[in-house]
């Protein structure tokens, strides 16, 4: 190109020069347009990593609900859940009388205060990360996620609501006198009507909530070409009670309370993700497909590595044997009005298989 | 006149345009425009309606919403699977008003228990209402065989319907930023 241009100058007459000096500019602009649009492949797209967006909630309150009608029958809120069907073929409809988010100490949503949701160091995330890290081979995967967990040396402890640093593996902070922390009380108060029939409002309350290390991740399957997913939530709590009370709100029931709540619960896995589907008739479909059977022969008669394919005997080990497949429930203290049960605990479930499929009830 | 002074009279023109060019444009050192600082930011109060009345189609499953025999609202089709069904965002309609939702850039080194001196960096702060306004929202959520309505063996099964009226309270400031190690 320069050796093009330095020709032309080499010669008397200025007014010459002007075409070439056109067409080398010509020539450079259509240069780089070429060298942008070069192909990715599948497994240089899946390098990428791109930077993620965090989000934090400051002084967060939420709070929406489906108020009593007035003497005219007139609701000033309304927030309803419909369309669903009863086996008999009745309307079900679920009212949200209450639903909220706030601060802590709001007494089971009675004084709602702020809350920040997420730290400014850890927050709420949305991302494209490298399969590669996550054991999702070759793959951009789609990534919801909150707090991650972190060292249990700059830790707070999971559940309770006076920990302090050094005490545990969850990022979000319990509040403290002169700060709201990052653990919001979560709440609701719901009513089921099947056809006229309309239950009693059954309240569900979570003290000081934390779900550091949940997160959703979404991406392609090619074999099936679906989208395919995992999902984990850990949800902990001090406190996570229910009851039922009137319509009227003046009679409850006694209250169930679940002291030191935590739920670790792992659907999908890097060997058996979800899969998400709609079937020909318009319903919906959530499958987690069984692990394949190992083939004829690789696994020994004993059942013992020394006698069975070593490749084949790991991988099987590794599916059975990895904490991060399964899910626990650990249930500190269960009680009902003033009876204590006792703690409850389940532990190391795996989910082998599972189809969800969603059925048209209505004629 | 002779194209050679055409020529000429173009290279001047050409000169005195860029050096003018140059004269605008000084460039700004990093270390300048770091401390530039954008001043306010935006606020922004909004009334917004999905086809409160029914959408501009008209045909024989659309139609206005008080024709009992047509649906009405916008409608979102996707599909998870090359040749599966399609999930469905359906009848979406009705009109949701907010006042006061703030936008600007902060820039964040103290508070947050802590966390804000350790970050030391800007975000994008949105400011949340305190108040949304929902007038009759309503959506559904579907599973359907087919993208479009109109297509031929049409099926649909709606899975649930949701209608939310009334003032929402949302109050806070949302925080985005990047993550990573810019």
Known sequence: MFSFLTLRVGRPGFPRILPAIQAVIAVIAAGPANAELQGLSERELAEIDGEGIGVVLENFKFSHGTDVPDAAGNQARIFKIGGLKSTDGREVEIVVNHLYISGNGSNYGQNLSPVNLGRLINPYRIDVVDGNDIGIRDKAVLEFAAPALVDAAQGYDCISAGAAAGSGVCSSRPATAGFVGERPDIGMQMNVAVGDDRSANINIHAKSAVIDGSYLRLWGDDDRQQMVGQFKLNFHTPELSINACSQDGLSCGSRITMTNFALELAIGNQLQPVFFDVDGTGNFVVEVAAIDRPAPGSIGADGLRGSSDAETWDFYEDYYTNLDYRSNLHIGNFSVADRDFGSARVEGMLIQHLEIRTKELAP | ?182
């Open chain 2, 1 to 182: 006149m002779n194209t050679r002074y055409w020529h000429a009279a173009f290279v001047v023109i050409a000169t005195s345009a860029t050096t003018q060019a140059v004269a605008e444009l000084d460039r700004l050192e990093d270390k300048d425009l770091a401390e530039v600082s954008g001043q306010g930011g935006i606020y922004l109060s909004g009334d917004i309606s999905i086809n409160e009345m029914g959408g501009p189609i008209e045909n024989s499953y659309f139609g206005r919403c008080d024709d009992p025999d047509k649906k009405c609202g916008a409608r979102l089709a996707y599909r998870l699977k090359s040749d599966g069904g399609w999930m469905v965002l359906d009848e979406i309609q009705g009109n949701f008003a907010f006042e006061g939702l703030t936008l600007r850039v902060r820039s964040i080194d103290s508070g947050f228990g802590g966390d804000g001196e350790l970050f030391n960096r800007d975000v994008m702060e949105i400011g949340l209402p305190d108040i949304v306004r929902y007038n009759d929202v309503r959506f559904k959520i579907a599973g359907s065989n087919m993208p479009r309505p109109t297509d031929p063996g049409f099926r649909q099964t709606d899975i649930l319907a949701v209608e939310m009226q009334g003032d929402v309270v949302m109050e806070g400031n949302l925080l985005v930023f990047p993550t990573g190690n810019p």
